[in-house]
């Protein structure tokens, strides 16, 4: 089962509209979709420049900064130079990526479940 493309509006004045509901949402509302596993593409509303990237980076670093600061410096490094390296990079993960993703969401399940065990203990 592959689930549809949500395409998001990005305007002027920072506002997400997503063209699949046809409705204005919040940073955190995009946020949780790409969570729960909706693919999105955020283009600026004047341009039509794909900043998928920088959208979901930023949403990143509001919400969840310990994720950005797992990783190496050394990717920021090569970015911020203009490696050649980075640009290259493929988009299939390689395996120490899915082992950090892995990591991820097995610390998020158990955050959640550690949070439901304690609502239902009071």
């Known amino acids: 089962m592959s689930k549809q493309l949500v395409r998001i509006r990005k305007y002027p004045n920072r506002r997400l509209y997503d063209t699949t509901r046809s409705a204005f949402i919040t940073t955190e509302q ?58 290259e990079v493929s988009s299939t993960p390689s395996e120490s990526d899915r082992l950090q993703l892995q990591r991820f969401d097995t610390t998020d399940n158990f955050e959640k479940s550690k949070s439901i065990s304690s609502s239902k203990a009071s």
């Open 30 to 87: 995009l946020y949780t979709m790409v969570r729960s596993g909706t693919q999105v593409q955020v283009v600026e509303s004047t341009s039509g420049i794909d900043i998928t990237n920088i959208v979901l980076l930023n949403a990143i670093i509001e919400r969840d900064p310990s994720r950005i600061c797992s990783m190496a410096p050394d990717i920021f490094h090569q970015m911020v130079m203009g490696s050649p390296d980075v640009g």
